[in-house]
């Protein structure tokens, strides 16, 4: 299966001194890294836990990037320095939904604190946003903890609205998600 023809594939970015890009299949240990960085930075915003991938053998994160590379459903993302040092600073996955190819959905948005409030997370919600429109798809959606207030504003800045009532964001806990969308045709 080939991939969308997308700027995804190269690098490009609003945020200054930032490149966003796809992650490549043999980057897994790098996107490992980041992915478990994030659980453990902000354990309060995922609905996974890094108790649950940490303890995810190898095999499991090379496969996702791997089939992710030559999927035309997903676009992992991730945000880098454009400097000598390359950073690795942001991450967010966009996939097609499992039961209607023309729904995107946005997981694991994070940007790395020392990066925050520069317009990383912005310039990863673009290239998502880019991606969904080449590859046809008429909505983009999310779950966002109800008062995660930082990325609720991000996504009323992006055009996101909410749908339907909080619920809470895995069996049994305390914490609600509200969904959010954004209609791109319709
Ligand atoms: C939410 C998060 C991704 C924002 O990343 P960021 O790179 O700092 O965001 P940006 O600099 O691109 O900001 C984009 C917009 O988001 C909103 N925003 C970002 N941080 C904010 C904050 N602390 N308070 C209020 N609004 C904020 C603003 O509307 C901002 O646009 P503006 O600066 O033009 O007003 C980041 O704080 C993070 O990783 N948090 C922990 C993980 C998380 O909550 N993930 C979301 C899961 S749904």
């Known amino acids: 299966m080939s991939r969308p023809e997308h700027a995804a594939g190269n690098a490009s970015s609003s945020a200054a001194g930032i490149r966003i890009r796809r992650f490549t299949a043999r980057e897994w240990p790098a996107y490992r890294a980041l992915r ?29 990037l791997t089939a992710a590379e030559v999927s035309s459903r997903d676009c992992p ?17 966009a996939k097609c939904d499992a039961k209607d190819a023309g729904i995107v959905n946005l997981f ?36 966002v903890v109800v008062d995660n207030q930082a990325a609720i504003q991000l996504y009323l800045r992006k055009g996101f609205g909410n749908v339907g009532t909080p619920e809470p964001i895995r069996p049994g806990s305390p914490l609600l998600e509200q969904t959010m969308q954004l209609q791109l045709r319709q």
């Open 36 to 64: 478990l960085r994030s659980l453990a930075d902000a354990p309060q915003a995922f609905g996974s836990s890094y108790a649950a991938e940490e303890a995810w053998a190898q095999e499991l994160w090379m496969a996702r």
């Open 77 to 93: 993302l991730v945000a880098e320095s454009a400097g000598p040092d390359g950073a690795l600073l942001g991450l967010l996955w």
């Open 108 to 143: 694991q948005m994070w940007v790395a604190p020392e990066a925050r409030g520069r317009g990383v997370a912005a310039a990863l919600v673009d290239e998502a946003l880019a991606w969904a429109r080449s590859i046809g798809a008429r909505l983009v959606q999310l779950g």
